[in-house]
């Protein structure tokens, strides 16, 4: 068993690739394409196309990739490049192109788009063979390479404060040989170092010198005044793009205005020792930037609070209900009899315990059926993931795995909230079905199409295409609603929950309730503790969405998710016992709050995950909090869901244990 485990854990670590998915050997020589993607930047938040910018552009123009749903939905725009790249061909200050980035920085001047997608820190993300580009920093004493976020596309000057672009970039490629065909070969890593050398240069004769802002002028040779080592024909002996060479005195970087001359290196390396298979281990782990030991700590700790809290209900629940069990089921004697003694405790609520919630069983039913259905989708989207079902080369699955997996979870939804509203006696079963097929889906896609709207103004790839959100309408309408009505008729089939009590007529007067048990103080401990379970793995979630960073590490995801749903059902379940104890038997709306007070947590920490994004746009406030308020509805529902049936179960297990005159 503990084998099985270290397994699974290390495989929710490793990169695995699916049937289906085979590696491309490249003859040597062969063209090895070099395709862009989206410009992201923690700033904005707002992905933008690459030629957005006034880049390098290939003949005939850019060519977009075909992408899956999920791609669309990330913003990914995979599109081809200039750049030339051939196995095993080592090139040496290649001369991509020529193009106007235009005016230059001046107080009271509007600065031209390069300058200001540098001031919004943008990274380039390039992607050679499937495999996206690390990036290499280099100073006079270190080298870093990271394996996420791209590389800049430029940098401002700590001195003049003035925005200077990366025009030259040395690429560097690692490839295995293929055991099998020994003169072919596979790329297992991909990196770009970038520069920013200032070319002086004269164009060639057939270049136009009144090129205006954002033209570019493709595959333009020029003669370079101050080439530096690399960029000298006249050296016999080529060496590549150096840190020493371009940072050398008398050198300069280049601003980001103007006419600039844009080049790169390639360089070609063997790495008998990384395999075709884990060439993604090292972007999953991020370089070991984050150990696994951090996620032990928090499963430790998640561990913890779990333990803590079970020996809490173990000593407060397990003694008081054998007491009151023994209290409420042993015979009374004459004395008693004569006294009439007065029972008291949770025995009292009896007839009104099972009674139908007071505000709105509708909304209940289509609450609990919203909260299965995200439920059952976390569950399967974790479980398959873990398993190593989602591979990261296939960009867009995980996203396209929610969503399908939400789209066939609708019958669940129908099914359950058909169950809890036939329980609840209701007669309005069409409007209850309608409410769970279009509430959440109608909130979640009118919030879609506001952000929508959102990146359209701001120009950014997170806009999704016509045909794209067709087929989200189509897959709401089409598919997941006839699931919920499919669903839902099957559950009016079904006979409605049955109750071990009766409930009477006339509703019982509740007394007045001490102040630790009204809903400000429920909903502030009943979520701080499942919170605490989950909060570490949460940073790492978040890190990965809204910073660019891998997380690929569900395995360890899979048992803080156990963990936090463990945690949210023991919480309620305990405060559920003090409320009925109390004589309070409102315990179905109180038990969903309770439980899923978690995402309030969530929401109320998103706030202060915010400060670390340094953003400072309207666009990027209404994106953020905009998405992380969807997020935490959505695991309010499903915690509350967990909440209340926990409560459900354990209510019916207690007055199905005493006997009832």
């Avoid at 016509?466 to 839902?488: C, E, K, Y």
């Amino acid at each position: 068993m503990r084998a099985l485990l270290s397994a699974l854990l290390l495989q929710g670590a490793q990169g695995f690739y699916l049937p289906g998915v085979n590696p491309y050997s490249f003859s040597e020589g062969e063209s090895v394409k070099l395709k862009v993607n989206k410009m992201t930047s923690q700033k904005t938040l707002l992905p933008v196309d690459y030629y957005r910018l006034p880049f390098c552009q290939p003949v005939g123009g850019p060519k977009m990739d075909h992408e899956n749903l999920g791609e669309f939905l990330a913003g990914d725009r995979i599109e081809s490049s200039p750049y030339r790249l051939k196995m095993k061909v080592d090139m040496f200050c290649e001369q991509l192109c020529i193009t106007n980035l235009g005016r230059g920085e001046q107080k009271g001047v509007s600065p031209n788009k390069m300058v200001r997608a540098i001031r919004k820190n943008y990274h380039n993300n390039w992607i050679v063979d499937n495999i996206p580009a690390a990036s290499k920093v280099e100073d006079e004493s270190t080298v870093t390479t990271r394996y996420w976020q791209g590389f800049p596309v430029g940098f401002i000057a700590s001195d003049t404060m003035k925005a200077y672009v990366h025009n030259h970039v040395n690429i560097e490629v690692q490839y295995h040989s293929v055991e099998t065909e020994p003169d072919k070969a596979r790329v297992v890593r991909f990196t770009v170092e970038p520069f920013s050398i200032k070319h002086d240069f004269e164009a060639s004769a057939d270049d136009d010198d009144d090129a205006e802002e954002g033209t570019v002028k493709s595959f333009k040779v020029a003669d370079i005044q101050n080439p530096i080592e690399s960029c000298n024909p006249k050296i016999s002996r080529r060496e590549h793009t150096r840190y020493e060479m371009v940072y050398a005195r008398g050198r300069e970087p280049q601003p980001a205005s103007g006419r600039v001359l844009f080049t790169y290196d390639v360089t070609w390396t063997e790495n008998k020792n990384l395999h075709w298979a884990s060439r993604w281990d090292v972007y999953l782990s991020m370089d070991n930037a984050i150990p696994a030991k951090v996620h032990w700590l928090s499963i430790a700790n998640s561990l913890v609070i779990v333990i803590v809290l079970s020996a809490m209900i173990a000593a407060i629940l397990v003694r008081n209900l054998r007491r009151d069990f023994n209290r409420y089921n042993r015979l009374a004697t004459d004395e008693e009899k004569a006294e009439d003694m007065e029972e008291f405790g949770w025995k009292l609520v009896h007839a009104d315990v099972f009674r139908p919630p007071s505000f709105s069983p509708l909304l209940m039913s289509v609450c609990c059926g919203t909260g299965a259905q995200l439920l059952l989708m976390a569950v399967l989207t974790i479980l398959f993931s873990a398993m190593g079902f989602l591979s990261p080369s296939n960009r867009g699955a995980l996203i396209m795995a929610q969503l399908l997996l939400y789209v066939l979870m609708g019958s669940v939804a129908g099914y359950v909230t058909s169950r809890m509203y036939k329980t609840f006696k209701g007669k309005s079963w069409q409007k209850a079905t309608a409410c769970v097929a279009f509430g959440f889906p109608g909130i979640t896609f009118g919030l879609f199409l506001i952000m929508n709207i959102v990146a359209l103004s701001q120009g950014s790839s997170d806009a999704v295409p016509p045909l794209t959100m067709f087929i989200l309408l189509f897959l709401w309408f089409g598919i997941s609603t006839p699931l919920v009505f499919f669903g839902a008729y099957f559950g009016y089939k079904q006979d409605a929950i049955e109750f071990p009590v009766n409930t009477s007529s006339i509703p019982r007067q509740i007394p007045d309730q001490p102040w630790f048990m009204g809903l400000p103080f429920t909903l502030a401990v009943g979520g701080i503790l499942p919170f605490g379970a989950c909060f570490v793995e949460l940073y790492f979630i978040l890190a990965s969405v809204w910073m660019d960073q891998y997380y690929y590490v569900f395995a360890f995801l899979l048992l803080v998710f156990a963990i936090l749903i463990i945690t949210a059902a023991e919480i309620t379940v305990l405060f559920n016992y003090f409320q009925l104890c109390g004589e309070n038997y409102h315990w179905w709306w109180r038990s969903f709050s309770t439980g899923g007070s978690t995402g309030i947590y969530v929401f109320l920490y998103s706030f202060v995950y915010f400060k670390q994004l340094e953003a400072n746009s309207l666009a990027t406030y209404v994106l953020y909090f905009g998405y992380m308020g969807l997020a935490s509805l959505g695991l309010f529902l499903m915690t509350g869901f967990v909440g209340i049936m926990t409560c459900l179960i354990f209510n019916k297990t207690i007055f199905g244990s005493i006997k009832i005159d």
